[in-house]
């Protein structure tokens, strides 16, 4: 089953590159230089504009909005889920993914809207609230971070239509 998850990829030209907005902030590790430290950005968190129950085995699909001017150009679009954790958000491999992309010259500014699937695999066991966002890789545009957008929930074993199908003499 395919649930869907709203996303604004940088609603007001707000959260592209290294810019710190004022308000709620969360860390998003980018790199880990040679000396291991981590490098990143800060990204405003933001209430979600809708909040999801999957299971395991169910896809999240992410419905996403931004604006585009420019030439032609091909591009990665990167989801994640994962948990804010003291400022920082942490991804879950499992639940991340990357797409190629392109899009159309736009001589005149242009409002994209796309969709990005990530299932969430069958086996999965780290039930609770996760958390989302979205980004372009170059040029760096960021989505908000979505905080408890997704709630991954277990099957509860469940016992239905339950009869007596026929009496016999033994």
Same mark, same amino acid.
């Not at 981590?38 to 809708?50: E, Q, S």
């Not at 679009?77 to 003291?86: A, E, F, P, R, V």
């Not at 890789?137 to 957008?149: A, E, G, K, R, W």
């Given at each position: 089953?395919?649930?869907?998850?709203?996303?604004?990829?940088?609603?007001?030209?707000?959260?592209?590159?290294?810019?710190?907005?004022?308000?709620?902030?969360?860390?998003?590790?980018?790199?880990?230089?040679?000396?291991?430290?981590?490098?990143? $950005?800060?990204?405003? *968190?933001?209430? #979600?504009?809708? =909040?999801?129950?999957? !299971?395991? +085995?169910?896809?999240?699909?992410?419905?996403?909005?931004?604006?585009?001017?420019?030439?032609?150009?091909?591009?990665?679009?990167?989801?994640?889920?994962?948990?804010?954790?003291?400022?920082?958000?942490?991804?879950?491999?499992?639940?991340?993914?990357?797409?190629?992309?392109?899009?159309?010259?736009?001589?005149?500014?242009?409002? $994209?809207?796309?969709? *990005?699937?990530? #299932?969430?695999? =069958?086996?999965?066991? !780290?039930? +609770?609230?996760?958390?989302?966002?979205?980004?372009?890789?170059?040029?760096?545009?960021?989505?908000?971070?979505?905080?408890?957008?997704?709630?991954?929930?277990?099957?509860?074993?469940?016992?239905?239509?339950?009869?007596?199908?026929?009496?016999?003499?033994?």
């Amino acid at each position: 089953m395919i649930k869907t998850l709203e996303v604004v990829l940088d609603p007001d030209g707000l959260y592209t590159g290294q810019e710190v907005v004022p308000g709620a902030q969360i860390f998003v590790p980018q790199t880990t230089d040679m000396y291991g430290r981590v490098w990143g $950005v800060y990204t405003p *968190a933001a209430t #979600p504009p809708n =909040t999801i129950s999957v !299971n395991p +085995g169910d896809t999240v699909r992410f419905s996403i909005r931004f604006k585009y001017l420019g030439p032609a150009v091909s591009y990665t679009l990167y989801c994640s889920m994962g948990d804010q954790t003291l400022g920082i958000f942490n991804e879950d491999p499992k639940l991340t993914k990357s797409f190629s992309k392109s899009q159309a010259a736009a001589p005149s500014q242009v409002t $994209v809207n796309l969709t *990005a699937d990530i #299932p969430i695999p =069958t086996s999965y066991t !780290n039930y +609770g609230w996760r958390d989302a966002y979205c980004k372009v890789v170059s040029p760096q545009t960021l989505s908000p971070i979505y905080i408890d957008c997704i709630n991954i929930v277990a099957y509860s074993p469940t016992f239905t239509d339950m009869q007596i199908t026929q009496f016999a003499k033994v």
